[in-house]
């Protein structure tokens, strides 16, 4: 035996996604490697090992540690700590100890290259198996009822695995050596109908429903216009864009434009929805994204997506296939009808997508949770989260410190939770809108499984000011219930402080906060309206200041006027001194009389709401251009108007700075008579212009130089490249959000960091 003197052992603690990623096996791998004795072990905190051997080989090791981790790996600490040596050969993977959870479930992942090759291997048992999956691959968060991720803890744990399986699960150098889900067609889940069968009924005609990972879709050809205009109206969604399906990235260079970036972003793991130009000159559906200049394209992420372009390529044996061009391609959209949630139970299927679909694909795996297709937007050559869900959570934000735990509620539109642990921030999956009953049992849910995987119990809660939302009233209950404080946080402060805490900002932040609705704070005599939207923020940790607004618009009927964005071009002229005009503009627009009866409501100011919100001028603007008099979903009239820019252009005089209020009257005043195009492009040009030089001067007065740009209209490709171009070319730094969407999909993570430092401060 080698003597004591010339051997190194170590202690090692690995925190992040570590388990069910395969790096037990992994380290047994790398131990073997290296001749290493030791062993390694799953416990509540992460992983835990120690390795002992040839002092250069354990360094060996532990930069091969780092380096070359498997695929699904994200490591936030490793901690190495030198212990005596034991002098014991052989290397042991022990089995998982409980303790105090550190460690979070891995988000799930698309299907990995060798599972692909054994899912269309004629000789392979798992051939043509709707759930193959190995440590690489695969469900994870959304079967997971609680840590540590063993399978006992999964919805895998009603299926006994047959001898073969158990076998693979067993041997630490087999790929499924602990993966879980691991099962085949002999003791896994079934499918409740064959591929083939789906894809003549598809090509057929016909709408279904298909169980996948976080949730159903509803399927139909993407090709057939009669078919999609059925969809739209048996969903009843009048226009909001569809996503759609190709096998591979080559054919979905037929329906849209992908450059490098946008490709790599439809090839990850995370497989996301990826919103990119539209190829105009394509074959698909019209109605799949009417009057937009861009779609969302998607590539197959679970065996079932696969199993139907295999079924339609005639199911040709080995993986050739998977890189030629097909002319099939699939709308995926949510199985949610009228806005509710995600539909993830069989039962629930066959009852809430009753008279939608014309059959329902199931399988016997229990979904935990339901969790919606992620969507991003290409902005600035990178990705920018509209939604941020499946194959992206659980994986936690790093905070810039260690904070109490605790737990924030977020707002009431995409909506979505958020939960500390240390200097780790765990952000829930797109929730939705909080306005049915639906909703709010999901928002339920989540906020139950979310302090479950994480073991946490919150020291304190945080939420919105509005006092009518329902995670306002969940938060204050709950609050009562456990004897720990509810901290109502500003709207937009919590925007401008998720871009804070995300990029670790120090010092005093200006903050513009640029989004379709918030509640203020004050609204007494001089001191502005109650509806915010448009706002500067000097942002200091659980501090605000609210340095300018954009100038007041009036809303008639209020927040509700963004349905019907005329009201507001027609609340505008009025402002102008332009009233006459609305008979004229906006008579054949609603039930007889309806602009007239506005124009009543606003010379006696009854129920017209002054707004700041920068959304809300986007609607002026397409309500004046006629773009979009009437909106069937939130955001219509803006990505309506968006899609016209061909070249933005600049209005000179289009805007006043008075004190630090940004009037952007003259640019109105301009647009009420322009071409929609015209308008578009001066519209664009100009509100960048504007907010570039009321920032700069801002900045200037506070002595600010960081600024962070936040909220929903950052949502807007145009918009958020131009602003942060022109504030660079000012000399100031700009931020944006990165890791969670802009709007109120990141409120949570906002809310969070400034309930953190105020229990700090």
């Known amino acids: 035996m080698t003597s004591p003197k010339l051997q190194r052992r170590v202690h090692v603690r690995v925190r992040g996604i570590v388990q069910g990623v ?74 998982s100890q409980k ?40 469900p994870r968060f959304t079967i997971t009822r609680r840590l540590p991720y063993d399978r006992p803890s999964t919805s895998m744990a009603a299926f006994e695995m047959c001898a073969a399986c158990a076998a693979e699960y067993s041997d630490p150098n087999d790929r499924r050596f602990h993966a879980q889900p691991v099962a085949c067609p002999l003791c896994g889940p079934i499918l409740s109908m064959e591929p083939a069968e789906i894809v003549r009924r598809l090509k057929a005609g016909e709408i279904l429903a298909i169980k996948g990972l976080g949730g159903f879709h509803i399927v139909c050809d993407a090709h057939n216009e009669d078919v999609v205009v059925r969809l739209r109206e048996r969903k009843n969604r009048e226009e909001k864009p569809f996503a759609i399906m190709a096998v591979n990235s080559a054919s979905l260079q037929k329906y849209a434009k992908l450059d490098v970036v946008a490709e790599a972003q439809l090839c990850s793991t995370a497989r996301p929805i990826v919103i990119v130009p539209k190829c105009h000159s394509s074959d698909l559906a019209p109605s799949i994204a009417p009057g937009l200049a861009e779609i969302g394209v998607m590539l197959p992420y679970t065996p079932i997506h696969y199993l139907l372009f295999h079924a339609y390529a005639g199911q040709p044996p080995g993986t050739a296939w998977l890189d030629d061009l097909q002319d099939f391609a699939l709308v995926m959209t949510s199985a949610n009808p009228g806005g509710e949630p995600l539909v993830i139970g069989n039962e629930e299927a066959e009852r809430r997508l009753d008279g939608i679909v014309d059959a329902i694909v199931s399988h016997d795996r229990d979904i935990l949770l339901r969790t919606d297709d992620s969507v991003v937007r290409m902005i600035g050559a990178a990705p920018t989260f509209i939604r941020r869900a499946r194959g992206y959570v659980p994986m936690a934000l790093k905070l810039p410190h260690s ?48 302090l479950s995987i994480t073991e946490v119990r919150p020291q304190w809660l945080a939420h ?60 007494g005599e001089g001191e502005g309206p109650l509806n915010w939207g448009g706002e500067a923020l000097l942002v200091n940790g659980a501090e605000y200041t609210r340095l300018g607004h954009l100038a007041p618009l009036p ?65 002026a603007a ?10 069937s979903f939130d955001g219509q009239a803006p990505m309506k108007l968006e899609a016209l820019v061909t070249e933005v252009q600049v209005l000179k005089n289009g805007w006043q700075i008075n004190g630090t209020t940004l009037d952007l009257s003259p640019l109105l005043a301009v647009l009420a008579d322009l071409d929609p195009i015209v308008g578009a492009n001066l519209f664009h040009g100009t509100l960048i212009e504007a907010l570039a030089d009321w920032a700069a001067r801002l900045a200037e007065t506070s002595g600010v130089k960081q600024i962070a740009l936040s909220g929903g209209c950052l949502q807007n490709r145009v918009l958020a490249e131009g602003l942060e171009r022109r504030l660079l070319s000012k000399g100031l730094s700009v931020r944006k959000p990165q890791a969670l969407p802009p709007g109120d999909g990141g409120l949570s993570f906002g809310q969070a960091w400034v309930a953190c430092c105020s229990v700090l401060s």
């Open 22 to 95: 395969g790096f037990r096996p992994f380290v047994n791998g790398l131990a073997t490697r290296f001749m290493l004795g030791g062993w390694v072990l799953n416990d509540g905190d992460g992983v835990l090992l120690e390795v002992e051997g040839n002092p250069a080989s354990v360094a060996s090791f532990l930069k091969a540690l780092g380096e070359e981790a498997p695929p699904l790996a994200h490591i936030d600490d490793v901690l190495v700590e030198d212990v005596d040596v034991v002098g014991k050969n052989g290397f042991e993977i022990r089995h």
């Open 99 to 138: 303790g105090l959870v550190g460690t979070s479930v891995p988000p799930d992942a698309t299907v990995c290259d060798a599972c692909l090759e054994e899912l269309f291997d004629p000789n392979d048992r798992h051939y043509g198996y709707p759930f193959i999956n190995c440590t690489h691959c695969g």
């Open 403 to 450: 904070v109490p735990s605790g737990l924030a509620l977020g707002g009431h539109l995409k909506s979505t939770i958020c939960v500390t642990r240390g200097d780790q921030a765990f952000v829930s999956q797109h929730i939705g809108d909080l306005d049915t009953p639906q909703g709010l049992i999901f928002f339920e849910e989540t906020v139950h499984h979310m």
């Open 464 to 523: 919105d000011l509005h006092p009518d939302f329902y995670a306002t009233r969940f938060a204050q209950g709950l609050g009562d219930e456990l004897s720990i404080p509810a901290l109502g946080v500003q709207h937009h402060h919590a925007h401008v402080a998720a871009v804070v805490a995300e990029h670790g900002l120090e010092g005093p932040v200006l903050g513009l906060a640029l989004d379709g609705f918030g509640l203020g704070e004050g609204g």
């Open 555 to 619: 809303l008639p009927g209020g927040e509700s006027a963004f349905r019907a964005p005329w009201r507001i071009g027609a609340a505008v002229l009025y402002q102008l001194g332009r009233g006459d005009e609305i008979e004229a503009r906006y008579g054949h627009l609603g039930d007889m009389g309806a602009s007239g009866l506005l124009k009543q409501m606003l010379e006696r100011n009854v129920n017209v709401v002054p707004s700041t919100s920068c959304g809300r001028l986007f609607d």
């Open 622 to 631: 397409a309500g004046l251009l006629n773009v979009q008099p009437i909106a």
